[in-house]
C-alpha cells in the first residue's frame, strides 16, 4: 500500500487518506496553516482543524463552529433586508412624515420623537429626504441613533460616488450564542445642498447636527 507523511503531525498515513488517523488533520490542512493542539479529554496531540479526536473519539471545536454558523446566517440575512429595503425605496419612496411614523412604530430601534430632541438636532428614520424641502440645506454631523442600516444618498458635493455609508449595529442570538454587526457610528462634514436626495434604510435611524 502506498503511504505518505502527514505535514501535520508527521506519521505515515495511506496516500488516498483524506484525513490522518493519527492526529485527525484534514488532507489540505498543512496549507492552511494548521497546527497540532491537544485534546482536552484524552491530552494526546490532534490537529487544530479535527472535529474529532482520532484517539478517543472526543468531538472538538463545537462552540467555535457554532458561532461561525451563527455570523454566517446573520451576515447573510444582513444582505438580504439591505437588498430588500434598498428595492422598497427605489420604488416607493416614504416620505419624511410617514417615515418617522414607521421608525416610531419599532419599540426596540425607535428614534427619538421631535419634542426630545433639540429643533436643529434632526432625527430620521428609514425613508427617502429631499434637502430643501425635509431638511435645509447646509453641513451635517451624521449620528447613528439606533438600529442597523445603510446610509446613501445622491449628494452634489461627493459625486460621481455619491453617499454610501454602513452605521449602526444590530444583535442576533442563536441557539443561546450571540453575534454583533457594526457599522460606523458617525458620518462627519456632510455637506448638502438644495435637491440633494438621502435615503436611510433597514432599521437605522440618523441624527443630522449642524456643523458651525
Not at 50 to 60: D, E, S, Y
Not at 198 to 205: A, H, K
Amino acid at each position: 500500500m502506498k503511504t505518505k507523511i502527514c505535514k501535520v503531525c508527521g506519521n505515515e498515513i495511506p496516500k488516498k487518506a483524506s484525513v490522518c488517523p493519527h492526529c485527525g488533520a484534514k488532507s489540505m490542512s498543512a496549507w492552511m496553516g494548521d497546527k497540532l493542539v491537544t485534546c482536552k479529554k484524552c491530552g494526546e496531540q490532534i490537529a487544530k482543524s479535527a472535529r474529532v479526536c482520532p484517539h478517543c473519539g472526543k468531538k472538538q471545536h463545537q462552540a467555535a463552529y457554532m458561532l461561525c454558523a451563527v455570523i454566517i446566517v446573520f451576515i447573510f440575512a444582513f444582505c438580504a433586508l439591505q437588498i430588500a429595503f434598498s428595492s422598497q425605496n427605489d420604488h416607493s419612496p416614504a416620505t419624511a412624515e410617514n417615515a418617522m411614523n414607521n421608525s416610531a412604530q419599532n419599540t426596540s430601534d425607535s428614534a427619538p420623537s421631535s419634542e426630545e430632541i433639540e429643533s436643529e438636532d434632526l432625527v430620521f428614520g428609514p425613508g427617502t429626504y429631499v434637502v430643501g424641502q425635509d431638511i435645509a440645506a447646509g453641513k451635517y454631523d451624521c449620528i447613528a441613533v439606533s438600529g442597523l442600516g445603510v446610509l446613501r444618498g445622491d449628494v452634489a458635493s461627493l459625486e460621481p460616488a455619491g453617499l454610501v455609508q454602513t452605521m449602526g449595529e444590530s444583535t442576533s442570538s442563536i441557539g443561546g450564542y450571540s453575534s454583533t454587526v457594526e457599522g460606523s457610528k458617525s458620518y462627519n462634514n456632510l455637506t448638502l445642498t438644495d435637491g440633494d436626495k438621502i435615503y436611510i434604510e433597514m432599521s437605522l435611524n440618523v441624527q443630522f447636527v449642524p456643523v458651525e
